[in-house]
């Protein structure tokens, strides 16, 4: 089973400041890596697929980069409607697993 | 537009059953891979299981493998999720979500509103 591991766990941030999101995964997914946001009550929403692919929609303040291990989520100037729980998810193998989450919280 | 609204949750005891229907609307259903996607109060989110376009293969999470069913109606644009031998573990809001029209997994969207599970005495 591939281990995606996200840090850190809380960003803590104000409006108009970047997010810089890691997700790290126990052996080499390729570019077969999303991101997904969830914000309380919701359903999460896919935001980046294939690493770094923005989904239908999803404004270009959102970033995916990486390949292999080592993936990052950036969101280039936060706005209030950003606080939330982003999620990564691999697809590279079965099981498909998710990373344990991290919540950007206003500061 | 596209549309998945999830039924069936509810409160179950301890090694009971339930069947969690997902009902799609606003694509053609039968050309895309479908998921059930779980997530316990205040945790992350879980993958469950996958199904093809044509119901044919299957795939589950290692914990629900032989308890849990993954089906599709292609007619009804419908999927399922039969869960039996249900556990306190099991308790979580499961997700029904879209996967891709290519062949192997992909990704997960949209996802529907969610129903909860909550296995309890």
């Known amino acids: 089973e591939i281990v995606l591991t996200q840090s850190p766990a809380t960003l803590s941030l104000s409006p108009g400041e970047r997010a810089t999101l890691s997700c790290r995964a126990s052996q080499s997914v390729s570019s077969y890596l999303a991101w997904y946001q969830q914000k309380p009550g919701q359903a999460p929403r896919l935001l980046i697929y294939?690493?770094?692919n923005r989904a239908t929609g999803i404004p270009a303040r959102f970033s995916g980069s990486g390949s292999g291990t080592d993936f990052t989520l950036t969101i280039s100037s936060l706005e209030p409607e950003d606080f939330a729980v982003y999620y990564c998810?691999?697809?590279?193998?079965?099981?498909?697993?998710f990373g344990g989450g991290t919540s950007v919280e206003i500061k | 537009e596209v549309q998945l609204v999830e039924s069936g949750g509810g409160l179950v005891q301890p090694g009971g059953s339930l069947r969690l229907s997902c009902a799609a609307s606003g694509f053609t259903f039968s050309r895309y891979w479908m998921s059930w996607v779980r997530q316990a109060p205040g945790k992350g989110l879980e993958w469950v299981a996958n199904?093809?376009?044509?119901?044919?293969?299957?795939y589950y999470v290692d914990s629900v493998k032989g308890l849990f069913t993954i089906s599709r109606d292609n007619a009804k644009n419908s999927l399922f999720l039969q869960m039996n031998s249900l556990r306190a573990e099991d308790t979580a809001v499961y997700y029904c979500a879209r996967g891709g029209a290519e062949p192997g997994p992909d990704w997960f969207d949209p996802w529907g509103q969610g129903t909860l599970v909550t296995v309890s005495s």
């Open positions: 199904i093809k376009q044509d119901g044919n293969e299957k």
């Open positions: 294939d690493a770094s």
């Open positions: 998810q691999q697809r590279r193998n079965w099981p498909l697993t």
